[in-house]
């Protein structure tokens, strides 16, 4: 069965220093990887994807995730955090034909 | 733009009172998902269409069904609402299932009182 897990519940960073949100996965074959970003009251967002090729996958608002099979692990990461970046982030897993599965979420805090 | 529309974006209904949330797109796209997300919890699949094709979560209750009239509009019904239903309702479509990724609408809030 597939399955994405993401360890922690809440991340505090200061603003302008890096940001690391950490997911691993499981699955019984070739994964497409995802990151979504939710803001309060509101549906998900797509940030980035990893499908097949370059393990290090650029996405939206300056944030990139690395891909490394022989961990299981696809981190969402940022060179510089702000403010406003604080926002629940959502790793998902699926095979080709299959729904996403998505991780319980960490919760990102940037503090001035 | 393209998008996914959800109305409304809150609702409130009273406790048993049958209740519809709406989803439509223009983009065409071949998959609809209807997902209950409580308290910032990871969404949960209650079940998608592939076109017509009806795919219901095994432990999806019976109090939810859906229709899809055509490619463009999505409902959820909730046959009797209880306080437990009480949630953020999000839909999302895609071309296909899995490797396409997602695009969600922004939600309905729902109250059940």
């Known amino acids: 069965a597939q399955s994405v897990a993401q360890p922690e519940d809440q991340v505090n960073v200061a603003e302008g220093n890096p940001l690391t949100v950490k997911c691993t996965y499981s699955?019984?074959?070739?994964?497409?990887l995802f990151w979504y970003v939710q803001y309060p009251n509101r549906g998900l967002q797509f940030l980035l994807k990893?499908?097949?090729?370059?393990?290090l996958v650029k996405g939206s608002y300056g944030f990139e995730a690395e891909f490394n099979k022989s961990q299981t692990s696809f981190h969402l990461k940022k060179p510089s955090a702000l403010v406003s970046d604080s926002a629940l982030y959502f790793c998902?897993?699926?095979?080709?034909?299959?729904?996403?599965?998505f991780g319980t979420g960490t919760r990102l805090q940037v503090f001035p | 733009d393209a998008m996914v529309i959800q109305n409304p974006r809150y609702q409130v209904t009273q406790f048993g009172k049958p209740v519809t949330l709406s989803c439509s797109q223009t983009?065409?796209?071949?998959?609809m998902y209807w997902y209950q997300q409580k308290s910032s919890q990871a969404p949960k699949l209650l079940f998608h269409?592939?076109?017509?094709?009806?795919?219901n979560e095994a432990d999806t209750p019976d109090n939810f069904q859906s229709r899809r009239p055509n490619t463009s509009f999505c409902f959820l019904d909730i046959r009797s609402p209880g306080l437990g239903d009480a949630a953020m309702y999000l839909c999302?479509?895609?071309?296909?299932?899995?490797?396409?990724?997602?695009?969600f609408g922004s939600g309905t809030r729902l109250t059940v009182v």
């Open positions: 999302a479509t895609s071309r296909q299932t899995g490797g396409d990724g997602y695009t």
């Open positions: 990893y499908i097949t090729g370059d393990n």
């Open positions: 699955v019984s074959g070739n994964p497409y």
């Open positions: 269409y592939y076109d017509k094709d009806f795919n």
């Open positions: 983009l065409n796209h071949n998959v």
């Open positions: 998902a897993v699926s095979l080709d034909t299959d729904k996403l599965i």
